[in-house]
């Protein structure tokens, strides 16, 4: 795995892990939530995870793209179909979603590189 995915992969599941051992239950429930949000039911997780990829593009999160992109291939969508996710979240949030969308390409670029995949981490936060 490249330093930047294992980086990004590391990271959160630190804080994340750091953020759920407070007795917070507005904190858990909203995790829980997020993670109840992305189950198969009338859309399947690849629909769903190209939804929050579009969203995420839209609202400008890096974070949560990179996050949407390693859960999108780990549900099995291609390199096309990311792409045309891509120009939706473009078309819809213009020019200004540019440089994440460059992000996003690149993050895919280093996911797709050879050599050990990236652990995915566990959907538990809003991203």
Do not use: W
């Not at 399947?44 to 929050?52: A, I, N, Q, S, Y």
């Not at 291939?73 to 096309?80: I, L, M, N, Q, Y």
């Amino acid at each position: 795995m490249n330093d930047r995915v294992r980086e990004f992969t590391e990271f959160r599941q630190r804080m994340n892990a750091r953020i759920l051992e407070h007795d917070n239950q507005v904190l858990r429930r909203f995790f829980a939530l997020d993670t109840q949000c992305y189950k198969d039911g009338a859309l399947d997780v690849r629909t769903k995870e190209l939804l929050g990829l579009v969203a995420s593009l839209v609202l400008r999160c890096d974070d949560c793209v990179g996050y949407h992109v390693a859960q999108c291939k780990e549900a099995g969508v291609d390199r096309a179909e990311m792409m045309e996710a891509f120009q939706v979240g473009l078309v819809v949030g213009g020019s200004i979603v540019i440089p994440h969308l460059r992000r996003a390409v690149d993050f895919l670029d280093r996911l797709e590189q050879p050599g050990d995949a990236p652990a995915q981490p566990a959907r538990d936060s809003g991203d």
